[in-house]
Structures are given as C-alpha cells and as structure tokens.
C-alpha cells in the first residue's frame, strides 16, 4: 500500500471492547478529523450499503452484521485479500477527507497499513469492570449476546486471541488510559491531537 501524499494525517485508535476507542475518535472528529472505523466496510459489505466506496474486494451474501458475523466475515476477508484490507477500505470510504481518524484498529497488520502511510497509533485501555458497564451502558446492537459481566470477559478473551490486543500496545505512539470522566479523556486527547498537529512527535 503506497503512502498517502500531500499531508494527510491518518490515525488509528486500538484498544479492547468497550475501552473508549469511539469516544477518542470523536474527539478527533470535533477537530476536524473524518471518522471510520474498521467494521465500516465489514457493516456497510455486510448490509450492501456500497456507494462510499470507489471499489469492493467482493459483495457477499447480505446478512445482520452481529459481532460474531463481523469477527468472522472480517477473517474471511484478510486471509482473501490480505491483512491490511479493511484499512484499505476503510481509507477509500473516507478518500476524500484531509485527515482521518480510525476507530477499532485491530491487529499487527492494521497498524503496520497505518504506519507505512506515516500514521499514527493510540492505545487506549481501562479495566475490565469499567469497560462491562459501559458496554451495558451503550447497549449496541452487535453486543446483544453479552449478557453478563461473564459474558463480556469470555467475548474479551475470544478477541484477545484472535488479536492478540495486549500486545499491540507495545506498537502505539500514544497510550491513554480511560478510567476518570469524559472530561478527564477528552483533555488527555487533546494533548495528543496538539503533538500530532504541532509536529512534536
């Protein structure tokens, strides 16, 4: 994947379920960043919700996108088209804007796309305990089969082998931890959107 020229800025946000990875991205968002996130094309494929797009690896069978219809239809593509596609995708539904923040970055080749078009990588983690309550607290549709905080930890560690998430830290620029208030994150964001901006990194 070649790198992007003429000053676009891509960032990709990692981090467990319900850690605050769409919340970080919104903050970008508010600072004139385009949002998407890496189950995009997987949802919009999935739901044959295709005009964004400039090109389509394949249209499969429409179906409801649940989390583990995203986790296996998502493997399905990176092993078919490679590891870096659903960042492909993901930055042609969102060509056309200067900068771009993606949410629900998920593995060593997503962050390696990013990173060989000059973009940068945040971290972002909370506890287990914090994280159920806001999952119960968002109630999304995708997260409707976790119904228990044992639910949650068992769908946790399904991803955590599939991803192996903890181990991405060790490949992000910025780590921020989400455990305080609203208030609390958006200023640890926007430390960083300052670094990102004003070229201290």
Request: charged share 35%; net charge positive.
């Amino acid at each position: 994947m070649e790198k992007i020229e003429g000053g676009k800025m891509i960032v990709g946000v990692v981090g467990k379920i319900a850690a605050g990875k769409t919340t970080v991205a919104k903050f970008f968002e508010e600072k004139g960043f385009c949002r998407v996130s890496c189950s995009d094309p997987l949802i919009d494929l999935l739901t044959h919700n295709l005009s964004k797009y400039s090109w389509l690896p394949e249209i499969p069978e429409k179906s409801e996108p649940t989390r583990d219809k995203l986790i296996e239809y998502g493997r399905h593509l990176k092993k078919t088209f490679g590891e870096d596609i659903l960042i492909r995708l993901a930055l042609d539904k969102k060509r056309n804007c200067k900068n771009v923040v993606i949410d629900g970055v998920r593995s060593k080749g997503e962050i390696e796309a990013i990173k060989k078009q000059g973009g940068f990588i945040i971290y972002v983690e909370a506890r287990p305990k914090i994280r159920y309550e806001r999952l119960k607290r968002r109630n999304a549709g995708k997260d409707k089969a976790i119904k228990s905080f044992e639910d949650f930890l068992n769908a946790d560690e399904a991803e955590e082998k599939l991803y192996h998430t903890r181990m991405l830290k060790d490949l992000a620029d910025f780590l921020i931890v989400n455990e305080g208030s609203l208030e609390d994150l958006k200023k640890r964001v926007n430390t960083v959107i300052t670094s990102l901006t004003s070229g201290k990194i």
